[in-house]
């Protein structure tokens, strides 16, 4: 289930709340439903929604939460939703971003610009405000982006060599599940935001990337190709087309190769 998806799901499990009497009709409904990673706990998504249409009602978030609850647990794609603090809705999905992912790989390969060192490192000043740097060096937050976009490139050379394909289920590890979550909210950023939110989802490949051997995305040696291999290789696919989609709106190339 991608981010937008539960949005009209959760605004769903309102509709028909107010449809069956359980909650009132606001005066104001609610156009959209915004969705947020929840400060505490491990759930994937967090609600508002409660506290909006307690507003003016007559009741509490907190009931007005405990019936949304009730209605969106029933949905399918959808594990689990706990009410937290003054009503809150902390939602995790069943299949913890495999949905996003596959829904990412079905995306046509973006298409990239030309190489241009002096263009980029103008660019990402622009953008940014730092102080244009060709430096191709860990300490730039442009050769991180652009290292990360080309290791994903390598990784799916190395798995065809090795006939691996990409198969996307949830990984339940906190470092892919973090990467996760910064792919879905990309596409709402633009500008100096998705340049600030690429460099956090390009430090959180690298952070997948260079786990502990067991946890490689790509076979190690003579280890046999497993489940877990071919999730991580979607995962760090889609994390590739982001990347790339991402360089190119803001008018910077993503090389292949570095």
């Known amino acids: 289930m991608t981010p937008a998806q539960l949005s009209r799901t959760v605004r769903h499990a309102w509709s028909r709340a107010v449809a069956e009497g359980a909650l009132p009709d606001p005066a104001e409904p609610p156009d959209r439903v915004t969705l947020r990673r929840p400060p505490h706990g491990d759930a994937d ?37 706990e009410v937290r603090g003054p009503g809150f809705l902390n939602i995790t999905l069943a299949d913890r971003g495999a949905g996003l992912v596959a829904a990412l790989l079905a995306r046509p390969r973006p298409a990239t610009l030309p190489e241009d060192p002096a263009r980029d490192a103008a660019r990402w000043a622009a953008l940014t405000g730092e102080p244009p740097t060709f430096a191709r ?9 652009q290292y990360a976009r080309a290791r994903t490139v390598a990784l799916c050379e190395g798995a065809r060599a090795l006939g691996l394909t990409a198969r996307p289920e949830a990984l339940p590890g906190a470092a892919e599940q973090a990467l996760t979550a910064l792919l879905a909210d990309a596409a709402r950023l633009a500008g100096p935001a998705l340049a600030r939110h690429l460099v956090r989802t390009a430090d959180a490949f690298l952070d997948v990337l260079y786990a502990p051997a067991e946890r490689s995305v790509l076979p190690v040696g003579d280890e046999k190709p497993e489940a877990a291999h071919r999730a991580r290789l979607a995962l760090a696919e889609a994390t590739g087309t982001v990347l790339a989609g991402g360089l190119t709106q803001l008018g910077i190339s993503a090389p292949d190769h570095l």
């Open 137 to 145: 060096r860990p300490c730039s937050p442009l050769f991180r982006v």
């Open 45 to 81: 998504y967090a609600s508002n929604l409660a506290l909006r249409l307690a507003a003016g009602s007559g009741r509490s978030a907190a009931e007005v939460a405990a019936v949304l609850r009730e209605r969106l647990a029933a949905e399918p794609g959808i594990a689990r939703v």
